[in-house]
């Protein structure tokens, strides 16, 4: 069966036009009764026409596109269920809806007409205004949150540990909420540490800033690339974050467990993790020896594992994640579980 064109579609009801061949104008309405009806509602939309929501919003909603057409091609690399890829088909179809919907309304707060939008769409007049006019843009746009109150989510996924080389950002699976949380912590602090607006750091690491704030706020699981550029756009060294990011990809390490520098770097991690608090207020709460604790971050030494869980426990880590490492650490300096190691 044949799907009419715009061009046969009446203007006003949307029904079929039965159109006479040969030469002359092709009919835009049913009858009298509907051209009249479309005329009232042109009237009204001249009133009614809204001003857009801000300049540019068609440049923010390409923008998200882009981070779902990234999220699309990351997880086609693990073979999607059918139900995930037309979830992100339907996304992507409205997000081309809204796109549309946003650069008709900015036309029309720049002087177009309606004929120019019509010539630009391939349409007729009377179908660009049955489709945009009045508050129907406004009414698609409605559809979906503001940008700046989350309005790109990520959806879920079967989520397969150990896919973090090469892709850029997917969705959070639910198991490692509380992981990706940790890692949006660090960035965040290293972020304010540095005094670096998120727009900065997009233009740092040639990035959406879109991607680069689903990130920040742990909506997004960053693959190691991603997370490394983000640690030096924010002057942080990325090897403090990367205990962090492995377990948020999975329980396994995805490094060797031989290196004691390892440990002080996951340390300096979790302290980000928590926000970066002053080690005096922090050891003074712990009951830990601040000198010992500043010696541990810096790497100068090895500390007991009762110091180790101690501070871990007090930066709200999961201190059982940092246990292989320090028994990696203290077997290649001797220390034990509650003797330190210099």
């Not at 995805?254 to 290196?259: A, D, E, G, R, V």
């Amino acid at each position: 069966m044949t799907v009419p064109s715009q061009q046969e579609l009446c203007g006003d009801c949307g029904k079929l036009i039965a159109q006479k061949s040969g030469r002359g104008r092709r009919r835009d309405y049913c009858n009298a009764r509907c051209r009249r009806r479309a005329q009232r509602r042109r009237d009204r939309d001249r009133r009614a026409d809204p001003a857009p929501q801000g300049p540019h919003r068609s440049h923010a909603i390409a923008d998200e596109m882009a981070v779902a057409v990234e999220e699309m091609l990351a997880v086609s690399e693990v073979r999607p269920s059918l139900a995930v890829m037309l979830d992100l088909a339907a996304r992507l179809r409205e997000d081309a809806l809204c796109y549309a919907a946003a650069a008709v309304i900015e036309a029309r707060s720049e002087g177009s007409g309606w004929i120019e939008i019509a010539d630009a769409a391939g349409a007729t007049e009377a179908s660009v205004r049955a489709r945009w006019g009045g508050a129907k843009a406004q009414t698609i746009l409605a559809r979906r949150q503001s940008a700046t109150d989350g309005e790109v989510k990520l959806r879920s996924r079967p989520f397969t540990a150990g896919q973090g080389s090469g892709c850029d950002v997917l969705p959070v699976p639910p198991v490692a909420e509380e992981a990706v949380r940790h890692l949006a912590k660090a960035l965040t602090t290293l972020r304010h540490m540095s005094d670096v607006e998120l727009t900065a750091v997009a233009e740092r690491t040639v990035l959406p800033v879109s991607l680069v704030a689903l990130v920040c706020e742990g909506r997004a699981l960053p693959s190691w690339p991603v997370t490394y550029m983000l640690a030096e756009a924010t002057g942080g060294a990325p090897g403090d974050l990367r205990l962090l990011w492995e377990r948020a990809w999975g329980p396994e390490p995805f490094t060797p467990l031989n290196s004691p520098q390892r440990l002080s770097a996951a340390l300096r991690g979790a302290h980000l993790a928590a926000g970066a608090p002053e080690l005096s207020c922090l050891c003074a709460q712990a009951d830990l020896d601040a000198a010992v604790v500043g010696a541990a971050l810096d790497g100068r030494t090895m500390p007991a594992w009762d110091t180790i869980r101690a501070l871990l426990t007090h930066l709200g880590a999961e201190p059982d994640a940092y246990r292989a490492l320090w028994k990696a650490g203290a077997s290649s300096c001797g220390a034990q579980e509650g003797d330190p190691a210099q």
